[in-house]
C-alpha cells in the first residue's frame, strides 16, 4: 500500500510541474500589433536619422525586412496597414499605419513622430492620414 500511494504522490507532482516553467506568457492580438506598430515607427524614425525614405511600395519594404521582424510580415499580410511614403516627422500627428480593424473597430495607430495611440472608430475616421 505504501507504494501506491508513493506512485500517486510522484504522478500528480509531475502532472503538476508540467504546468509550470518553459510556457511564454500570451500576448493579446492587440498588444502584438501595438508592438508591430512601435518597431515600424522605430524604423521610421530611424530611416528619417540616417536622411534615407520611407517605402513608398511594397518592393521597398523588403530591404528594411530584418529590421522589422514583427511589422514586415503583418504589413505583407495585411493586419497592419501602412501608408506608403508616409514617414517620422518629430511632433507629427497624421496618421502613418493602423491596425486593420481600427477603421471599423478602432485599434492602435502609428503617428508620424512614432506614437502609438489606441483610438475609438469614430476617432480614427476624423484622426488625418499621413500622404
Known amino acids: ?52 525614405k520611407p517605402p513608398a511600395k511594397l518592393a521597398d519594404l523588403e530591404p528594411l525586412e530584418p529590421r522589422l521582424p514583427v511589422a514586415g510580415p503583418a504589413i505583407r499580410n495585411g493586419t497592419i496597414v501602412y501608408l506608403w511614403g508616409a514617414g517620422y516627422a518629430a511632433g507629427g500627428t497624421q496618421v502613418v499605419a493602423y491596425e486593420k480593424a481600427a477603421a471599423d473597430a478602432g485599434g492602435y495607430v502609428l503617428l508620424q513622430d512614432g506614437t502609438v495611440k489606441k483610438l475609438s472608430a469614430a476617432e480614427f475616421q476624423s484622426a488625418p492620414k499621413a500622404k
Do not use: Q
Open 1 to 52: 500500500m505504501n507504494r501506491t500511494v508513493w506512485a500517486i504522490v510522484v504522478a500528480a507532482g509531475v502532472a503538476l510541474a508540467g504546468g509550470c516553467g518553459n510556457s511564454k506568457p500570451t500576448r493579446s492580438l492587440g498588444e502584438e500589433h501595438k508592438g508591430a506598430l512601435e518597431e515600424l515607427g522605430e524604423v521610421l524614425k530611424g530611416l528619417a536619422t540616417e536622411g534615407g
